[in-house]
């Protein structure tokens, strides 16, 4: 069935350490991923992107690694700061229905200062 | 989230009453997406919409949901004879197309919540 799932519900780090966020997904005809931060009561904001043709993409502060061999997408996050705490949902979409986003259960982040 | 306008932000039924939320898209936007938070997990599809066509319901549920999307106005995802369990954050999303392969085309509206008592 569809499944995008997370090993760690919560993951609490030191400001200015880096931080990893993972994300398993089970279906092998996945091709587009997306990482999304969501602060209390707001809607998901995009973070960055990676099709399935690439195994790394980088932005600014961020990184996405993604694996199909076992079938993992990870989020790196460059000195985090207590700005990035939130929750983070990985979502991938597929070819025949590229418009819909399944999303897993999502990390919470906590930067100690 | 620019743009995406949802209302009412927080609404408050007595089970069995309706529940109307509605979204407004991004100018320029034709396609919109219904999802459903429930708490401390992740979003789930409902719908797929154009103006005045539903193209995927698949992740709506088969009795008291409903959603459109009028050639005029808003979106809106109704819900019938509410019961404790639609209780749920529920927000839109609006690209300009229904291809959206870069996931920084599909916005996401701050969310309408939910709460039946």
């Known amino acids: 069935g569809e499944s995008v799932g997370l090993h760690l519900p919560t993951l609490s780090v030191q400001e200015g350490d880096n931080s990893i966020i993972n994300c398993a997904y089970s279906?092998?005809?996945?091709?587009?991923f997306i990482w999304y931060k969501q602060e209390s009561g707001k809607g998901p904001q995009f973070i960055i992107d990676?099709?399935?043709?690439?195994d790394k993409r980088q932005g600014q502060r961020v990184t996405v690694l993604l694996n199909k061999t076992v079938k993992h997408l990870s989020l790196q996050i460059a000195a985090t700061q207590p700005g990035d705490s939130a929750v983070y949902f990985c979502?991938?979409?597929?070819?025949?229905?590229?418009?819909?986003?399944?999303f897993g259960s999502g990390t919470r982040l906590l930067v100690r200062p | 989230n620019a743009g995406v306008m949802q209302n009412p932000r927080h609404l408050v039924r007595r089970r069995g009453q309706e529940a109307r939320l509605r979204c407004s898209p991004m100018?320029?936007?034709?396609?919109v997406y219904w999802y459903r938070q429930l708490p401390e997990e992740g979003l789930k599809f409902m719908v797929y919409?154009?103006?005045?066509?539903?193209?995927?319901e698949s992740g709506m549920p088969k009795e008291r949901f409903s959603a459109e999307f009028p050639k005029e106005g808003p979106s809106i995802l109704r819900i019938q004879q509410v019961v404790r369990g639609d209780s749920a954050a529920y927000f839109c999303?609006?690209?300009?197309?229904?291809?959206?392969?870069?996931?920084?085309?599909?916005?996401f509206g701050e969310g309408s919540w939910l709460t039946v008592v």
């Open positions: 919409l154009q103006k005045e066509n539903i193209i995927d």
């Open positions: 100018k320029g936007h034709s396609h």
């Open positions: 979502a991938e979409t597929r070819m025949d229905s590229s418009y819909k986003l399944i």
């Open positions: 279906n092998s005809a996945s091709d587009y």
């Open positions: 999303a609006s690209s300009p197309n229904s291809v959206p392969r870069n996931g920084n085309t599909i916005y």
């Open positions: 990676i099709r399935s043709n690439m």
